[in-house]
């Protein structure tokens, strides 16, 4: 029954690779988000999508592609990984688009290591 | 533009004792504050919120803040610690007119026995 989940937990991958991190909420949310959390626990968010549309695009290099094949879904993926990517990535999402004034309820973290 | 200052990065108390965490904001209107704790390997799970009306808010697992506009600040207190509250604790601000929540830097929070 778990309300936000994410897979992989942990992806260890090689500089220049591309890979994915998927996330999944079965609260029937219509906002979702990708958050990045940097080595000082400094936390940010990437995008926010609500009912699949794009709302919350910020200044993040274009390697990182969102998609949302529907409005409980909220896939990342990125190419041409750099070591500055590693990071630990949070998957997030609120019942509505208000996420500056709802409950986020967040998953548990991908942490991504790029050697 | 809103911001977070969470001044205190690292805090030890002993079990039993008291805990302040400090929060101070920057957002000219009245805020929207939240209080997250992240547990080690874990995501973050919501504490307590606030909106508007009582400046003194209860949360989950006995957390309450008091909102002070005269300060800017939103901290967060607990009478009694326990070992199971040692984990990070993050203030963010939410602006009404944006969807974008804004978290301050965490404040790690070590218990000892």
């Known amino acids: 029954d778990t309300a936000v989940s994410q897979t992989p937990k942990y992806l260890v991958t090689q500089m220049g690779n591309d890979k994915s991190i998927k996330c999944e909420q079965n609260l029937g949310h219509d906002t979702m988000y990708w958050y990045k959390q940097d080595s000082k626990k400094f936390l940010k968010i990437m995008f926010s999508y609500n009912n699949k549309e794009l709302i919350i695009n910020e200044t993040v290099p274009n390697r990182f592609s969102p998609k949302s094949p529907d409005k409980a879904h909220l896939n990342l993926h990125i190419n041409s990984l750099e070591l500055g990517d590693s990071a630990v990535y949070f998957c997030a999402s609120s019942p509505r688009l208000a996420g500056a004034t709802d409950t986020q309820y967040f998953g548990p973290g991908t942490r991504l290591t790029v050697l | 533009a809103q911001s977070v200052t969470q001044p205190d990065i690292h805090i030890t108390v002993s079990e039993g004792a008291s805990l302040e965490l400090r929060c101070n904001y920057s957002?000219?209107?009245?805020?929207?504050l939240f209080w997250y704790v992240q547990s080690p390997g874990q995501g973050l799970q919501l504490l307590l919120k606030?909106?508007?009306?009582?400046?003194l808010v209860q949360g989950i697992k006995g957390f309450e803040a008091e909102f002070k506009r005269s300060q800017s600040s939103f901290n967060l207190r607990k009478p009694s610690v326990h070992w199971s509250d040692a984990a990070e604790y993050f203030c963010a601000v939410g602006a009404g007119n944006t969807d974008k929540l804004i978290f301050g830097t965490g404040t790690r929070l070590q218990v000892f026995p």
């Open positions: 957002y000219g209107a009245t805020p929207y």
């Open positions: 606030y909106f508007s009306g009582d400046t």
